[in-house]
């Protein structure tokens, strides 16, 4: 196969950047994910509500021997060498000097400078062989430049970070659960929840401490590495913040739930790997993931888009519920192109994405108002309509206007919010600080201790619960007042009765 014409990868094409680029180290050893076909569609299951076990998936959905065996051929061909072969996951890593990685991928590997930090990176397409063009569905792990951003927001006063007791409105996950009316008489036992980080860390005594403060048995908690992730608090205002965020408020609101953090570089390889990782994970076994990390679509490669949101049919086969923070940048998710985007992974349609709201109450807890998170053009909830993802049959009867981009009748975002108003924020204790988050990164692990209790309560998985909320009328509390809208261009979306791309459905606290 070494002499074999080679093609362009679909959807691998990455353009160059505007600034200097730098040769690149051939004799330095890296590690690539391949992924490869499934044996079958895993589509029509999805359609049928199928649930099945991990330890089935492999034989029904993963990949097989023979397309394994073919892509371990060509590479060891080429001198790489096989570090892991996992047929659920799809995924074969594979290991070897970068120059044997260029001849065998026909890549074009460099090193660029980006805010004092140097990364490798790949431009235009990668190459397989014809004879694997059907085979191989993605490579990851060429270019390392940051693939998201963590979508958390540290309350400022001033422009300066205080200390959670300086008077802002804020809560603790168990608050909010009472507040938002989540099932009481459960706690998460017997359930696991994994969340994905991709940088930053936690430290046991942040969250021995916590817990002993809000007097609530303290989790188990178990750091779990991918692709050489590692657990490495540093400071506060990092991504320890995004980490003790989202610990802390799943483990305030189902504190007997196991909960497994899986730490994996903030790269699309340690990103997909990581996902991965977590949804065929046979020991842990989450029963729902948390995501607080992502990125504008237009800054994914599209087979990165396609074979995340495959990773996402996975779960949804498997029985796992998936909760992905919909973005605090408003309708522009942080470009500044002056058009609208939706941030993905939130806007796959087998996520539950999560949006952002300002809520109020009274000094006995109850509500007296709850709008659109909106502080500012940089402090606002995420939302829109997929670009990329076509609209799902679960959302046909839910209004989404088509993209105010494109016209495409895509998949609309969020799907329900809660509080992540920095100014009414969390109260979080991290590095030894006690600091208020605000953020969609929050609502993420809201809506992630919320499932564990549901799974408790009902004695199974929730799964893919998307359908479910669409289907069931009033099963959210509507959020009717604000929007999303960038400043400058007066482009977005408004809160309305019904689904809206700024809250979808709106507060979520229950199941039928």
Known sequence: ?????????????????????????????????????????????????????????????????????????????????????????????????????????????????????????????????????????GVFGFDERPAARPMFQVYKQDGKIVNHAAGTPSYTGDQLAKIYGFPTGVTGKGQCIGIIELGGGYKTTDITNYFKNLGIKKPVVK???????????????????????????AGAVAPEAKIVVYFAPNTDQGFLDAITTAVHDTINKPSVISISWGSAEANWTPQALTNFNESFKAAAVLGVTI????????????????????????????????????????????????????????SATGGGVSDVFPLPDYQANANVPASLNTKFKGRGVPDVAADADPSTGYKVLVDGQQLVFGGTSAVAPLMAGLIALINQQKGKAAGFINPTIYATPNVCRDITIGDNKTTKTNTGYTAGPGWDACTGLGVLSQLP
């Open 1 to 137: 196969m070494k002499t074999a014409k080679k093609v362009a990868l679909k959807g691998s094409y990455r353009p160059t950047p505007k600034n200097e680029l730098k040769p690149i180290d051939s004799e330095a050893f890296i590690e690539v994910t391949v992924r490869i076909r499934r044996k079958r569609s895993i589509d029509e299951a999805i359609a049928k509500g199928e649930i099945i076990a991990r330890e089935n998936y492999s034989q029904e959905f993963g990949a097989s021997q023979e397309d394994a065996e073919a892509v371990e051929t060509f590479a060891h061909e080429h001198h790489l060498t096989t570090v892991l072969v996992d047929l659920a996951r799809r995924s074969v890593i594979l290991k070897g000097k970068i120059s044997d990685f260029e001849a065998a991928f026909a890549v074009n590997l460099h090193l660029e400078k980006q805010q004092g930090t140097e990364f490798r990176i790949r431009t235009g397409d990668i190459h397989v062989p014809a004879e694997l063009a059907d085979v191989i569905t």
């Open 223 to 249: 750091a779990v590495s991918v692709d050489g992730g590692k657990n490495a608090p540093t400071t506060a205002n990092s991504a320890d913040g995004e980490v003790l965020l989202d610990i802390e408020v």
């Open 323 to 378: 909760c992905a923070a919909a973005g605090d940048g408003g309708s522009a998710d942080g470009v500044t192109d002056g058009k609208v985007h939706v941030d993905f992974p939130s806007s796959s349609p087998y996520i539950l994405a999560c949006g952002g709201t300002k809520l109020l109450t009274d000094a006995s807890n109850k509500i007296t108002s709850e709008t659109v998170w909106h502080a500012a053009s940089d």
